[in-house]
């Protein structure tokens, strides 16, 4: 089964500063067909105008996942980081128990486009946590390289979720295959550019839902920039 969710599906909310695109339920987008697929609960496509940001605020019982397309993004959290991550940075915070944070653009007039995701941990009130990795073009490049994992495998970032995030970057000749075991899902969101999966053609922005296959074939890409989610059952 593949279902695609085309961009302009999603939910959208821009308020000036923010324009923000998002793929499941979120604030005052509310779609009860699109609430979560497996444990992974937001997508949301995120451009923030230069010098703007998210102020202090608080998480918890969530896994949050930054993946920066464009721009570069200010982090400060109550468990003393602090950081500045830019296109190839994922960054890891476990909310736990608790946790506060800020966001911003960390340019005065650039704009900051990026992805943040959050997964649903398998436990509740887990110690906060937070972690980033860099992983350059030259590792995604026709193939996925894992960047969020529940075991850290291969130097990616540690999620306490049943889901393995993938990164990729497609075009021309260059294809990628995963294997889905059995029992689990599969959800390919198209951060940029275009490209088949499993046949279906994708834009920019667009998704595919996948079950009950074996495999997923990224192919026939145009510049394109994918990220990959191997997902479990809600709470399995």
Known sequence: MIEIRRSDERGHANHGWLDSYHSFSFADYRDPQHVHFGPLRVINEDRIAGGQGFGTHGHRDMEIVTYVLDGALSHRDSMGNGSTIRHGDVQR??????????????????????????????????????????????????????????????????????ASIYAALIDGTEQAEFALPNGRLAYVHVARGALTVNGEALDAGDAAKLADTDKVTLEKGDNAEVLLFDLGPLNG
């Open 93 to 162: 915070m476990s909310a736990g128990t608790g946790v506060m944070h800020s966001e911003f653009n960390a340019s005065p007039d650039e704009p900051l486009h990026l992805l943040q995701i959050w997964v649903i941990p398998q436990r509740a009130g887990e110690q906060p946590g937070y972690e980033e990795k860099r992983f350059d073009d030259a590792d995604k490049r026709g193939r996925l390289r894992v960047v969020a994992s529940p075991d850290g495998r291969d130097g990616s970032v540690t999620i306490h979720a049943d």
